[in-house]
């Protein structure tokens, strides 16, 4: 069965930490990507990767950087952790392709304290 | 830019029942157009996707979905709800852009099921 996989389900965190999100997708999928999620805002566009070494900024770049060392790997990095970032964060892999659709991950929730 | 509306942040229906849930899109072109479903705690998952000829398109667990662009509309369709559909549905609609699509979600509808 194919699969996105997330580290982690359940992250604490402190404010001022820096944070380290995984992400692996085992597809030999081209395109990864974060989003946040929150209620009442749906899911939010963090960065996405369409290739190895390579990154776009999404709708809300602010405060998070990522890294794609290797085609299954994304990572989302936290830089220093604040409380409003807080947040339910799902990785998406899918293939080259408009009309592919994504394969999620089941999601980290991270709580900054 | 595209965007998406979903204007039910929540609807409840009768086990058995039909079930309709609202999709508008805004975007220029022809554009790519998905339904997900997410359970609670956990990522989520293609129910269906349009993005060219016929304009009904059918998905897994019995839903359907018709694409009318008149109306700028993706309406998600069940005939009879089971207590297993309670979850979170997400419309989006993509855009292809060389290799990659950038998809820009709606804010999403809870299905309540009561027995």
């Known amino acids: 069965d194919v699969k996105v996989t997330q580290s982690s389900r359940y992250l604490v965190k402190r404010t001022g930490e820096k944070v380290f999100l995984e992400c692996v997708q085992d597809m030999d999928h081209e395109n990864m990507f974060w989003y946040r999620q929150d209620p009442g805002l749906g899911l939010r566009l963090i960065y996405f990767s369409y290739d190895v070494k390579m990154k776009e900024k999404g709708d809300i770049p602010e405060g998070y950087s990522v890294s794609r060392e290797k085609k299954e790997r994304f990572s989302l990095i936290l830089e220093s952790a604040s409380t409003n970032q807080t947040s339910m964060y799902l990785c998406?892999?899918?293939?080259?392709?408009?009309?592919?659709?994504?394969?999620f991950g089941s999601g980290t929730r991270l709580t900054v304290v | 830019a595209q965007s998406v509306t979903q204007p039910d942040i929540h609807i409840t229906v009768s086990e058995g029942a039909s079930l309709e849930l609202r999709c508008n899109y805004s975007?220029?072109?022809?554009?790519?157009l998905f339904w997900y479903v997410q359970s609670p705690g956990q990522g989520l998952q293609l129910l269906l996707k349009?993005?060219?000829?016929?304009?009904l398109v059918q998905g897994i667990k019995g839903f359907e979905a018709e694409f009318k662009r008149s109306q700028s509309s993706f309406n998600l369709r069940k005939p009879s709800v089971h207590w297993s559909d309670a979850a979170e549905y997400f419309c989006?609609?993509?855009?292809?852009?060389?290799?990659?699509?950038?998809?820009?979600f709606g804010t999403g509808t809870k299905l309540q099921v009561i027995p």
């Open positions: 349009y993005f060219s000829g016929d304009t």
């Open positions: 989006a609609v993509g855009t292809g852009t060389g290799g990659y699509q950038k998809v820009t």
């Open positions: 975007y220029g072109a022809t554009p790519y």
């Open positions: 998406a892999s899918s293939g080259i392709g408009p009309s592919e659709g994504y394969t």
